[in-house]
């Protein structure tokens, strides 16, 4: 773990105003990516993961005002705070970025090829016609079949894969130093998935980027991730390499979640299991544990304070739980 | 299990689009043989755009088929019409993935399943009230919901009340397409354990489509597998993922990613490449062919038919009893590359 | 009461020109009898060609009627016919539409076509061409217009129906076995008519204009009705010596017109999230305040 650190969030909140009301989907979150690291962030939908990533980086719909607190360290510049014209230069440039829905960030009328190449014109400083051989090279990068006859293709005529490969290229073709994937496979088959998952791989190594991956699917963080930070209502429930997290959880929610994970020697027709309840819809801060009133494990206290963030029995997971470490070993959920 | 009749028995259904390229036609569903037995789930999988809506959509009447037939208990619906067509088919009902879309969001929830019950000739107020009650009862939903409206209501909740409102009218089978995939994953069990609850109690059929492989398994006793407008492989949950016989049945459990890292560690090159053809102009033979691992140069030439290699357990691949004798999949000889036969 | 309150926060978020004008238009329109300060068409030749003054604050025209009066009566002449026009039109067009858009296969095909034809004719040539043949007269004018108008709402009817029997809430229906007339009274008609009023409000301003069109050429509106476009024709021969009697209404006219395009329009957009305003920002900054000393 010499390598440098790219990242460093340290206790982000992000309040969202909208006309209808105040949220606070991000709250008190700290994590950190070095380069060539990838750094899984995995929670159910509305869990805060896009606000935590895009809030940020000016990146919310108009109509909703975003305040910042906590300080996000990206390679020594601070960027809560930071003016929007220096965020607009990193943003495509030193920070590529990837979204869930291909075909709503690609634009319908113009070529890939176009895409591809403004990116390097804009960052890059490249003429236009270097532009369009470098997007030939990044659409042989992502390992398009068939590049040349690509470019001139619009995205409608993609399969959803393929889009993805193009957002791909896009979001690397100024080499960035960080890459922030939302969802990138969620769309996909799992057939694609594990094709995407490849690439991105392959990507890392060549570019050694920091990868941050959000998902919401455990087989993506096994299958690409280092570290994992799981949020369950706009917090950190669980953080440390994927190596501990998801073989031995600690928090009850990332216990819950790994075990409702059909396995191989579950009977056909047994039940499924899973976590009871559903999880809160979000607004202001939740006065104890956010997820107490679905825990099995939950005491009085997890009701009424907010347990902080520390470390269990391994020094690199940790958990906010106060009774993950009166536990000498957390793996146990039986429930059967 | 074979000598049980079947409550829906498809027969080589066809149904296809008019195409963006004109003049030709997409076979989304092309040729397909499936059956229900009472009470049992049966999964349907495959990646998308490979029909498996198309296959549902066309079974309840929202597509039209253009050739084939569907039984249901013995009865040709396709030799009825109007009036006795609707009520006939009522039995099959139809749960969709999207469970906000799938309610009207002017009308209360209590208000939309009363209207199922409206439909079915219910008319008294008394004995709706006490309906709406049982059903949102089997669902697992409190009796308060009735006055809410959907947009009220968390996504798997919606789900819930879709799921009552399909009840409401007494099916016999279920399709359901992909109920559970736009709900969170702390959800899904839920909502899983529904159905397996209500097949159980009510006997329902129900047709289980889905793409999340490792769902199915668990939840079905029997598995379709669908590639390209076509049934690849059928069999029992046990044989079709313990002894995988088709070459694309193979892929697609390989490429299930596993939540244990250290499985996934082991993990070298994605088990299917490139994306599912365009079913405009699938290829000729094997339809899996230009992705298949063992394809060789009679894949090219015909349609390999279903191969019976178990009881209920059939591949329509030319390999299937190799593959199932030897467990092993037949490489290609390096020269004869799938890519180059299909010009 | 909720009704009212949602109606006002709703409106609240539209532009405000295109409220006033259009709400002073539609209260001027329905109320104009008790509201015009003289009899809009006692002419007093003595009179005549007057400037503004206490007794007609917006002076006499060239036979001594009060101008106010008259523009007023205007708004009312106008808001009639429109609704006339559209109501027929919407009617028309909306059952065409539906039909269209519930049957599919060749009833659309056929209807369609018959819509595309009358699309493909400019309104004003079709109104022309009905009053040239039926004559001029009031009811006549309604008939041509609302001709005219019919086929472009059919078009955006049978647009909204086909994407809403798509909806699966309709598919489900459909799966439950609802009868057909279920399926269109309860749920196709009242979501298809509901977006088809929205784009009826921008219609709405073309609607007046082509009155006002019509009666300025003498085919619409006869004397001694008073309307905003047979004030122009009047006034027109005094184009120098007394300008304000033209230009009055077509000041209304086009206030009227431009408002309910505005309102039609941001109605339309009225999905797209515009930013907060300070007020509301102040707000939610002090409730979020609230939370960090918490
Ligand atoms: N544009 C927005 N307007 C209002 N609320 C929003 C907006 N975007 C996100 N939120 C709120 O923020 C919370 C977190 O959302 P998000 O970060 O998108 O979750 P995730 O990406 O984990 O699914 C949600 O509960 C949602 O209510
Ligand atoms: N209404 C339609 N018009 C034209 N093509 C369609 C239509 N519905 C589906 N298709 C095509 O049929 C094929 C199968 O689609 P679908 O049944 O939705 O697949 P799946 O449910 O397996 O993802 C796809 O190629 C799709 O593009
Ligand atoms: S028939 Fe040939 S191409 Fe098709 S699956 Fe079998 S081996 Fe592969
Ligand atoms: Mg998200
Ligand atoms: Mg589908």
Redesign the interface.
Known sequence: MASKEILRVSDLCV?L???R??I?PVDGVSYSVAAGETLAIVG??GSGKTVLNFAPLGLM?????V?LSGSILFNDTELVGIAEPALRKLRGGSIGTIFQDPMSALNPARTIGRQIAEVSELHMGLSSSQAESRALDLLKLVRM?DPDARLKQYPHEL????RQRVMIAIAVAAEPQLLIADEPTTAL???????I??LLKDLQKRLNMAIVLIT????????IASRVAVMYAGRVAEYGP??DV??EPRHPYTM???D???R?D???????????G??PILG??I?GCAFAP?CHAAIESCHITRPALVSTVQPLVSAACPIINKHNHGGAYVQH | MSSTKSVLRVENLVTRFKSVERGKWVKAVDGVSIELRPGEIVGLVGESGCGKSTLGRSIVGLERPQSGRILLDDIDLSGLGGRKLRETRRAIQYVFQDPYASLNDRQTIGEAITEALVIIGIHDRTRQRRRVHELLDQVGLPDTVAERYPRELSGGQRQRVAIARSLAVEPRVLICDEPVSALDLSIRSQVMNLFLTLQKDLGVACLFIAHDLALVRQAASRVYVMYLGKIVEQGTSLDVYERPTHPYTRALLASIPSADPRIEATREVPALLGDIPSPTNPPSGCRFRTRCPSAVEACAVAEPPTVWVGPGHGAACIFAAQIRATEVVPQPEPQRLPQQLSA | MKFLREFLSYTSSLPRLAIWAVGTFLFLGIFAPWLTPHDPNAQNLLQAHLGPSFAHWLGTDHVGRDTLSRLILSARTSVVGMTLVLVLALSVGVTIGTVAGYRRGWVEEGLMRIVDVGLAMPSLIVALAVIGIFGTGYWNMILALALAWWPGSARISRAVAVNVMNRPHIESLRVLGASPARIYFHHLLPATLGAVLVYATADAGAVALAIATLSFLGLGIQPPTPEWGQMLVDALPYLESSPRQVILPGLALTLAVIGFNLLGESIALNRVPTPLSRKILRQRRITAAAWKKA
């Not at chain 1, 719909?61 to 005002?65: F, H, L, R």
């Open positions: 309040d105003f909208t006309q009301s105040v606070r159910e939908s719909p108009t109509g909703v005002n305040d079949s399969s959803g894969g393929l088959d799992v057939t694609v998935q594990a094709q998952i490849a919401h699917d455990m087989g993506v963080v096994a299958g994927v190596g998801l073989v819950g979640l790994i409702a994970i059909p191989a579950d009977a056909p027709g047994s039940l499924f299991r899973g976590l009871p559903a999880p202001a801060p006065p679905r």
